[in-house]
């Protein structure tokens, strides 16, 4: 089974990491946002309730991406049904965990919170996210949106809906299950 992550950089769509302090820094930013945001996410919902540090336990490094998760939750009110959930296809080889499935705005999202620059990368990530939820889940995403967390606790989203992005992502799952799996 291969990871969605690693399937991008097994096909060339994402090269290795470098092993420096920026990119370790930068990658356990991520990972913290992330575990917080489901928090941040809960607290919102709560009527009237302001959310401050002392409510949650924020490192500082991440309070701003942190207030950036709460802007969105308050501006768009989404209803999530799946948050953090790992999918596996057994006959695909693939595994991957999309940071959120549900409604916003009347539609069925995929949506993937990141903490970087946008990246080209990022809509076949999507991409290959709808891949598995339509066939572990049933689920149908309308859209697929990256919504990019700043510092300054302000938010943004792109919206990556190109049927194009589902014909590359599917190349790549093929192209994989012939090279690696089959051993053609």
């Known amino acids: 089974m291969i990871r969605v992550t ?3 950089r097994w096909g060339g769509i994402t090269s290795p990491l470098p092993d420096t302090a920026v990119v370790k820094a930068a990658a356990e930013r991520g990972t ?3 575990r917080l945001s489901l928090q941040v ?3 919102a919902h709560l009527e009237n309730k302001g959310w401050t540090t002392t409510e949650l336990v924020v490192p500082d490094k991440v309070v701003g991406y942190c207030k950036a998760v709460l802007a969105f939750h308050q501006q768009f009110k989404p209803e999530w049904k799946l948050r953090e959930v790992r999918i596996d296809d057994e006959a695909l080889r ?3 965990c999309p940071d959120r499935y549900g409604i916003l705005d009347g539609k069925n999202v995929v ?9 080209k990368w990022h809509r076949l990530q999507l991409a290959l996210y709808t891949i598995l939820l339509k066939r572990q889940h049933s689920a149908h995403p ?9 510092k300054d606790g302000t938010f943004s989203l792109a919206q990556h809906d190109s049927e194009l992005d589902l014909a590359q992502a599917w190349n790549l799952i093929n192209r994989y299950l012939d090279e690696v799996v089959s051993g053609n």
């Open 6 to 8: 690693e399937l991008l």
């Open 142 to 150: 309308d859209q697929r949106i990256a919504v990019y967390l700043k």
């Open 32 to 34: 913290t946002v992330h």
């Open 111 to 119: 949506l993937d919170y990141k903490t970087g620059a946008p990246q």
């Open 94 to 96: 693939l595994t991957g």
């Open 41 to 43: 996410e809960d607290m």
